[in-house]
């Protein structure tokens, strides 16, 4: 079974930067939206960024102008760019993979990568 697999995670002040990255556990053909959310605790997760395999990004309102996603397609990997992290940024990231057939939608997931902003 196909996972994403995240790194970067980690403790930083506020106001730092951190940079994520995640790539599929095995090659898979054509991912079509790659994106992360993020967990607090006691929190839905919620949808920080996604970024189509064209280059075309959306971003939380809440993440907007401090957080940049990019993806290699090549490699079929994401990147997240955090800059002037703020507390309320500290939760479980998770990178999703989606791959659209004619038929079938296949969402892929990681396990999650800690970030923790200090005040």
């Known amino acids: ?6 790194s970067g995670g980690g403790l930083v ?6 940079r994520l990255s995640c790539a599929p556990s095995r090659s898979i053909f054509n991912i079509n939206l790659m994106g992360w959310y993020r967990q607090a605790p006691g929190k839905q997760r919620e949808l920080v960024a996604t970024i189509t395999s064209g280059g075309s ?16 397609n090549a490699k079929n990997t994401v990147y997240l760019q955090m800059n002037s992290l703020k507390p ?3 939760a479980v990231y998770y990178c999703n993979g989606r791959r659209q ?3 079938t939608t296949f969402n892929y997931w990681g396990q999650g990568t800690q970030v923790t902003v200090s005040s």
């Open 1 to 6: 079974q196909v996972q994403m697999v995240e």
């Open 101 to 103: 057939t004619i038929s």
């Open 57 to 72: 990004t959306n971003y939380a309102d809440s993440v907007m102008g401090r957080f940049s996603i990019s993806r290699d």
């Open 88 to 90: 309320e940024d500290t």
């Open 13 to 18: 002040q506020a106001g730092g930067s951190l």
